[in-house]
């Protein structure tokens, strides 16, 4: 069943086409990750979907329905923990948003107890919001949309901010509340290791378009490169960096000029970069393979796109 339909998606602000006819489908109980650079509209879908702005054209379809009928699915956190109440505790904003939804009494208090334990939150559950860390506040937001009960979470850049250790809790539970609580969530993020470890398909927009839409395996195995790091024994000149572009790679420059990552999809090509490194009497240090990545797949998607 699809959670989610969106289906030719226009939005301007002012002259400026945010989200240019877009369309693509969520099945329920999935984790979708809305990606694309800066300004490519992600936020603006992500609204549109749970009514806070009105596109100008197009149609979303939450389980089937209208989804002006439908908000009581969804619940939303934006950059971050911007909706939460910054002089409340965590208790009271939970009580706060599930009261919005009409949810109040003993069963909710307990819930709420419960889900706070849940987020390691408990000794923290007096303390106001405001006086807490960003990866606390991110947990609280992520608690305020478990108490409200919906099938459908949005989430705007979810780890945007964190540390490691809040990064993996945050990932962690975000998988743990698709698996064990039946619910699907879209989430918008920069972050291709949080996509590649618990995203099952992304949408990827460029300029307000959708340039890509598919299940992670599937993009992994379609766009499955082999990539090799090549360590330099010195750094290069400007004059190599300019002859390196200018051979017929995928060649990324890491760690200033003493690193190149390569994108080959045959084995001898390896030996041909090793021969142009030569030519110039760029001296190489190290060679090694990398494991293929979500990261590089969605550059070269985005890249492809640009050139
Ligand atoms: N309220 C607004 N008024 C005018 N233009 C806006 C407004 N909100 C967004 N835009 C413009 O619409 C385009 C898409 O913005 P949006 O915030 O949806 O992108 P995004 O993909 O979420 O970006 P980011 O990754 O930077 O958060 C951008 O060109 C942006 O400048």
Redesign the pocket.
Known sequence: MKAIEVKNLTKY??K?K?VDNISFEIEKGKICGIL?P????????IKSICNLIIPDKGNIKIFGKENKKSAEHISAVFEGTRNLYWRLTPKENLRYFAGIRGLGGRKIENNIDILLDKFNLTDKKDVMVNNLSRGMQQKVAIAMTLICDTKIILLDEPTLGLDVQSFIDIKDMLADIVSSMNKTILL?T?NMNLVQDICDDVVI?NK?KVIAQDSVAKLMDMFETMTYEIILAESLSKSDKEYLLSIDYDLYFINNKTKLEVDIFDIKEIYDIIDKLKEKNILIKEIKQKDNNFERIYLNITNEEVN
């Open positions: 602000y002012g400026v945010a694309g800066n300004g490519s509209g992600k936020t603006t879908t918008s920069h927009l307000g």
